[in-house]
């Protein structure tokens, strides 16, 4: 490298042996390479132990030097006749008295090697004590020379998913994403959950009568899984706990918003079986189905019905309030309630949301019917979640009034509703 000097900055004369120049301040020339290495002081000298002197061309032969001498850190440049190259240990470097103004010399120092911020992805820097050399102190998740590669977490096994996880690796970092049928943050991952009692049933891992952890609507929810035996016409194979209504209660009349909202009501109450505990869970708006088993008890007796019907949930049949039919027959509908049961032998509209006149008997889930030849003025009704006169308090069980076939009746019952 070719260094130009002006008149004004050359501090010593032509006569010399040789013609010698140092670099000038209006001189642009430096290469931004070597002004990124090393910061210059001119007509600076600085009295230090010298490493070695040499005889140089020129500034960068002298740092090129200096950079290859293990303990140099900066060089005098002194134009005595000669061009010499003094290359100086970092001992006296910070000597603000050694440091003097001497028109025949330059000072140049190498800077610290992490100035030029060798070190990607927010690592650290450290220089060694000359500030040539320097090392990366990796952030977490990166590695190599100067922290430039990505650690793969998941290839190199230094991941801390649950063994019930997928790892998936990222810049810096990773994830961690629970299998299917697990639940939680991928580092803890509790399951395999199941989402029905039907498919612990099939997996055959418990059979037993009790409650049982299932997935939700994206929450563990514990729910009372009838297995063992068969529940009269229902069959058996692991029946799904959805609601249970005391008949005597308010809370699942009719007109209730418990049908057609999303909200639990008392699910511990659904964590046991065939007691008088009431409950919805929200397996009845999340729980799909191809059939429902529908239980009244009355003392210590409990009977059972089924209707085979395919939804998505119950809550699809019955929030929006439309009539869907089913085709069980009054004398099914009867079985619920036993020899007592009454009805009125005309209308006999049964299914979902069973109602022509909301002044008179209502059904959610059951059958209604009529004294007259139509269904305008229903005085009896078999069902849950049920409402109108002649009872509007007996919302789960068997009202007649006005010619039932067995009398007038108020037969409060305590309702299961299962499905599988
Ligand atoms: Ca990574
Ligand atoms: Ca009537």
């Known amino acids: 490298m070719e260094i130009m000097a002006t008149k004004t900055s050359k501090p010593w004369g032509t006569s010399m042996c040789r013609t010698v120049t140092l670099e000038t301040e209006d ?30 061309y020129d500034d960068f032969e002298c740092m090129f030097r200096c950079l290859h001498h293990p303990l140099c850190v900066s060089v005098n440049l002194v134009a005595k006749g000669e061009l010499r190259c003094e290359l100086l240990s970092p001992h006296e470097n910070n000597n603000p008295i050694e440091y003097e103004e001497n028109k025949n010399a330059h000072h140049s120092q190498l800077l610290n090697a992490c100035v030029r911020n060798p070190c990607k992805n927010n690592s650290t820097c450290r220089s060694d004590f000359t500030g040539k050399g320097y090392i990366c102190l990796c952030s977490t998740g990166f590695k190599g020379p100067t922290c430039q590669e990505d650690v793969d977490e998941c290839a190199e096994g230094s991941h801390k998913c649950s063994v019930d996880a997928v790892c998936n690796n990222t810049k810096g970092s990773f994830k961690c994403i629970c299998k299917p049928g697990y639940h939680g943050d991928g580092l803890t991952c509790e399951g395999p959950f199941s989402h029905s009692c039907t498919e612990i049933y099939k997996s055959q891992s418990s059979q037993e009568n009790r409650a049982y952890q299932l997935l939700v609507d994206y929450a563990k929810v514990n729910v009372y899984c009838h297995m063992t035996d ?22 699942f009349n009719y ?44 003392g210590n007796l409990s009977r059972f019905i089924v209707i085979k019907k395919e939804a998505s949930s119950l809550y699809s049949l019955i929030a929006d309030g439309h009539y869907r039919k089913t085709s069980l027959s009054r004398d099914t509908w009867k079985s619920l ?39 305008k003025s229903c005085d009896s009704r078999i069902g849950f979640g049920t409402g ?21 009746k108020d037969i409060k019952a305590m309702g299961y509703i299962l499905v599988q």
């Open 337 to 375: 309630i036993g020899t007592e049961a009454s009805l009125q032998i005309n209308c006999n509209k049964e299914g979902f949301n069973a109602v022509v006149k909301d002044q008179f008997s209502k059904a959610r889930i059951g059958i209604i019917a009529n004294n007259q030849k139509d269904c």
């Open 230 to 251: 068969e529940l009269d016409s229902c069959g058996g194979g692991g029946w799904t706990m959805v609601m249970k209504m005391a008949g005597e209660k308010p809370n």
């Open 27 to 56: 001189n642009q020339e430096t290469s931004p390479q070597m002004s990124s290495l090393l910061s210059l002081d001119r007509f600076r000298y600085l009295n230090a132990p010298k490493l070695d002197e040499i005889i140089t």
């Open 255 to 298: 007109d209730s918003e418990l049908w057609n909202n999303t909200d639990d009501f008392n699910p511990k109450g659904g964590e046991t079986g065939f007691d008088l505990n009431e409950t919805k869970l929200p397996t009845y708006w999340k729980t799909s189905f191809s059939k429902i088993c529908l239980g009244m008890k009355l």
């Open 388 to 408: 109108g006169p002649p009872d509007h308090s007996n919302t789960c069980g068997n009202t007649a009034r006005h010619g039932g076939e067995n009398g007038d």
